[in-house]
């Protein structure tokens, strides 16, 4: 089954710079790589997501970039802030299909 | 996009004893699944919910532990069976409505066993 492997586990960063956060996965038919971020107490939402035609896709100050020939895929978040500050969980899946979750990564954004 | 509600939203029981979450969503959705989440740690997925069928678990996770119904579209159930104090965590109900993928997820169930 798929596996999803989430780095690093904890990442500080100061407001203004930029954040990265990247994750290999082993199912070479996952065609669908959603980010979620999950503040203290709530639920994960969804933040931005790639299919696997395509090898960038930009939000605003998020980015996703993907690498389906390394099976790789990494979250960007440019200009930090302090409400940027939560876990973030990377996920992979084949679509119409389970979705497997990376173990997380502990964003700080130091004033 | 779905609106998921759970509940209990959380719980205090004592080992041995069974708990049920129930989980419904505010529109028709394809994909239904429960997740586990301790701690300070990711989510783990318990089983795919499947309609008027048996559920399917994932590795670690077994039908007498944790019987899954979800008799229509919209609704599910997860029952946590002879509950130790392992079993403390957030339960997750999540749902996919097929066409985007998106996983909306519920607002979960803290359940701690004593």
């Known amino acids: 089954g798929e596996n999803v492997e989430q780095h690093p586990s904890t990442l500080s960063v100061q407001e203004g710079d930029s954040a990265v956060i990247k994750c290999t996965y082993s199912d070479s038919a996952s065609n669908y790589f959603p980010w979620y971020k999950q503040e203290l107490g709530k639920r994960p939402q969804l933040i931005i997501d790639i299919r696997s035609n395509v090898g960038e896709k930009k939000d605003q100050r998020i980015a996703v970039t993907l690498n389906k020939t390394a099976k790789h895929f990494s979250l960007h978040i440019t200009e930090t802030q302090p409400e940027d500050s939560a876990v973030y969980f990377c996920?992979?899946?084949?679509?119409?299909?389970?979705?497997?979750f990376g173990k997380g990564t502990r964003l700080h954004i130091l004033p | 996009s779905a609106v998921i509600s759970q509940k209990p939203s959380r719980d205090i029981c004592q080992r041995g004893t069974s708990l049920t979450i129930q989980c419904q969503v505010d529109s028709q959705v394809t994909m239904m699944f429960w997740y586990r989440q301790q701690p300070g740690q990711s989510l783990t997925l318990i089983a795919t919910a499947n309609q008027g069928s048996e559920a399917t678990y994932e590795s670690g996770f077994v039908i007498d532990k944790f019987p899954i119904s979800r008799p229509n579209l919209t609704f599910s159930t997860l029952t946590v069976s002879n509950m130790s104090p392992e079993d403390s965590s957030i339960y997750l109900c999540?749902?996919?409505?097929?066409?985007?993928?998106?996983?909306?997820f519920g607002e979960g169930s803290r359940l701690t066993v004593l």
């Open positions: 996920a992979a899946s084949r679509g119409d299909d389970k979705i497997i």
């Open positions: 999540s749902a996919s409505a097929g066409d985007t993928g998106e996983l909306f």
